[in-house]
């Protein structure tokens, strides 16, 4: 477990294969947002846990690295914040305009479109699973920290 930026990475192996994901966390390092803006986080992830079905200790051990990568409700929950902070929408669009203001006005152009571009054009085999794919992939950009 890697702690970076306001994100936990989990690496685990699944059927001989490396899986890497991460969780957004929302704690008192979350640095540059305003206390609104972390309220409305804290609000969309109670409100994806109620949505999705998970259990709130498998976000929890997730953020602490212990994440259940097959877990089907985790996926939706990612999925579930995604739509909540307006990167992703319910018929499984991302929204690319959205997508790049969530990104530290720091980042190069060149940078952001090749994050945006790789990030968008994944696919799960249900929406939860391509919300899943998309936070993973964001987080894996290492330009995104905290939503």
Partial sequence: MNRTHGYIRGDREIDGRSVTIRIITIDRTTGGLTDEQKAKLKSYKQACIAESGVEPSVVENAKQ????????????????????????????NVHED??????????????????????????GSTLCRTGAKLLKCMMESRILAVL
């Fill in 65 to 92: 690295g212990q994440i259940a990568e097959d877990d089907d409700k985790l996926a939706c929950f990612a999925a579930c914040y995604l739509r909540h902070i307006g990167v992703y929408d319910a018929e499984g």
């Fill in 98 to 123: 959205v997508f790049r203001a969530k990104l530290p006005a720091d980042v190069p152009k060149a940078k952001a479109d090749e994050v945006v571009n790789k990030c968008s054009g994944l696919t």
